[in-house]
Structures are given as structure tokens and as C-alpha cells.
């Protein structure tokens, strides 16, 4: 986003936006009189005191306080910047978000680590038109053409700088590529790439915007996969892969199902079922928790049989417990 959103526009956004349907979209209501009702999405309840007053376009909880606009309650339930929350609602109402460019906004910052990272995806994707292997991998497993562009799959070639040669084009382009989480340092302070002969899946935020990637080496090394590092975009506790996906395929999700692992989403989204997520390597958080049952009313978590899985869905209990209500 370039530039500040005036506040001309943000009042013309909350004019022509109904909250009851900004909110309903998202948590049922029921219709009181004049206003409407709901268990508040914002902390655990078993009687309703979440209240939605049209008249007024705003909503307030009478057990936690929650209060606020249609913008508020985007920011709060979906996780997401005022700004991300003005795009989402204009996008909803068809209104076009107007910037300022005389002043610049806190996202200018991290524009150019998106535009990297969109960059990246685009070349890993270009990669593996070329790379049969990698193609081979996929066919293997039963991933067709369509999915390989749902989910915007990719390969990085097995070389040491071939995405440093690509994208890097001088030193502040290099130290990009590196906050980007792309790149690595030898002990001599040589850059050289991060993933290397591996089939690549790009990590969306909840804009759709690549902010990371998992990697899986083609052949026999450790280790098997391999993700990006912590970057001021990126932080694996509080991300769920596919979920941007999952979310295209219906406005508002009756159940998200939390597998393992990348191709456990992909698989099942090859054969319709398209509310699959997984965490990233990481024990299920309670970041997580927040983040699956803000968007589904029904959380399953399937994973594997052995003691690995076993271990990750009791940690998945401990996480999602606190969330759980009668009923």
C-alpha cells in the first residue's frame, strides 16, 4: 500500500458498509428486536452477550468489552492492519481505496519484502516448468495441474546462487533477499541460497500475499523439509498453510481440518476437500487456535497414527481446550 488512506474515505467505507453482514458473514447471528444477537467470537462463552446494532453500525460485547466498527471487528477477528482491513471492506462494498501519497504509511516499509517474495514465487513457479523431476514428484502424487496453480507450487534449482543471481542485482537487493529469509551466510559472509533442488510451497498471509516457503528436497538428505526463517512478515506460531486457500472456496467455513503437512492440504484439496490447513512445522499454538476458530465453527484435526501424531494432537487438545463451549 502506498501512501495513507484519507479519512474522507473511511467514512464513506463505514456508510456503505452493513455491519450485520461484514459480521454475519463471519459469526451467526440471531435476530433480537431490533438488533442482533451472538456467542461473542472474542472470548469463551455459553450465553450470548455479543450484540450487533445496525442502526448504530457498530457491535459490543457486554463480557468482554469488545466494541467497535465494522473496520474494528475485521481487524480483531480476522488478525489483519487497518489497512488490510479498509482493502478487505472496499473490496466487499466495491469501492476503489484511495492513498495519499504524500505520507507514507506503516506497510510502505514492508512493501518491498512482498514484492520479493512475489518475485521469488513467481521464479520457483517458472522453475519447475523446466525441471522434470520436480514435475515428476508431483505427478506421483496424483497433484494435478490445478492445484499446482492453486497453490502456487514451485521448485528451486539445485544451485548455490541461482536466485541470487536472478533477483539480487547489487547489495541492498542481496540484504533484501536475506530479511526475506531467501538467502543464507557462510561464516565468511559469502550469500548463497537458501533452498537448493527443492520442490517449493509458497506460505500466504491472509491477503493472499506470499510471506515464506516450505521446501522439500527432491532426493534422499536431511533436512526433508526445510522452512523460511522468521522475518518481520513471517512468524510460523501464528500461521496456518492453505488457509488463504481454504477461505476462496467459501465465504464463510463450517469446519477447517488441520493435517501435517503441505501435501496432506494438497491431497485432499485434489480430491474436494478444500478446508484443509496445517501448521508449519510447529506444535499447534495458541495463536493457532485463535486463528482456526476464528474462522470455522468446526475444527478437526487428523493427523497421523504414530507417536509423532499421537504427541501433536494431544498438544492440539492442550491448545484448542480453553477455546472449547457446551454444546
Not at 458473514?25 to 444477537?37: F, M, N, S, T
Request: with cysteine; proline share 4%; charged share 25%.
Amino acid at each position: 500500500m502506498s501512501g495513507l488512506i484519507p479519512e474522507s474515505f473511511i467514512d464513506e467505507l463505514l456508510q456503505r458498509a452493513d455491519i450485520v453482514d461484514v459480521i454475519g458473514a463471519r459469526v451467526q447471528l440471531k435476530r433480537a428486536g431490533k438488533e442482533y444477537q451472538a456467542r461473542c467470537p472474542f472470548h469463551d462463552e455459553r450465553s450470548p452477550s455479543f450484540t450487533v446494532v445496525p442502526q448504530k453500525q457498530f457491535y459490543h460485547c457486554f463480557g468482554c468489552g469488545a466494541h467497535g466498527s465494522a473496520l474494528k471487528f475485521l481487524m480483531e477477528y480476522e488478525g489483519v492492519s487497518f489497512p488490510d482491513a479498509v482493502e478487505q471492506l472496499a473490496a466487499q462494498v466495491g469501492l476503489q481505496v484511495p492513498r495519499d501519497a504524500s505520507r507514507a504509511g506503516p506497510d510502505d516499509k514492508l512493501a518491498p519484502l512482498y514484492a520479493v517474495l512475489a518475485e521469488a514465487t513467481a521464479w520457483f513457479r517458472e522453475q519447475l516448468t523446466l525441471n522434470e523431476r520436480a514435475q515428476t514428484y508431483f505427478e506421483r502424487r496424483g497433484v494435478g495441474a490445478e492445484m499446482i496453480e492453486r497453490y502456487a507450487l514451485g521448485y528451486a534449482p539445485d544451485s548455490w546462487d541461482g536466485l541470487g543471481q536472478k533477483l539480487g542485482r547489487g547489495a541492498d537487493r542481496m540484504k533484501l533477499l536475506a530479511a526475506a529469509g531467501l538467502l543464507s551466510q557462510r561464516d565468511n559472509g559469502h550469500s548463497y541460497d537458501k533452498f537448493r533442488d527443492r520442490v517449493m510451497f509458497p506460505i500466504h498471509d491472509r491477503r493472499g500475499r506470499p510471506i515464506a516457503f516450505g521446501g522439500r528436497i527432491l532426493d534422499q538428505g536431511e533436512p526433508k523439509y526445510l522452512n523460511s526463517p522468521e522475518t518481520a512478515l513471517f512468524h510460523k506460531g501464528r500461521e496456518l498453510y492453505g488457509l488463504w486457500q481454504a477461505r476462496q472456496s467459501a465465504q464463510k467455513l463450517k469446519r477447517l481440518i488441520v493435517v501435517e503437512g503441505y501435501m496432506d492440504v494438497i491431497g485432499l484439496a485434489q480430491h474436494g476437500v478444500e478446508e484443509a490447513v496445517a501448521t508449519l512445522g510447529t506444535a499447534t499454538t495458541k495463536e493457532h487456535a485463535e486463528l482456526l476458530f476464528r474462522n470455522a465453527e468446526d475444527v478437526i484435526f487428523c493427523f497421523d497414527g504414530d507417536r509423532a501424531g499421537r504427541q501433536a494432537a494431544w498438544r492440539a487438545l492442550e491448545s484448542t481446550l480453553p477455546r472449547l463451549t457446551d454444546g
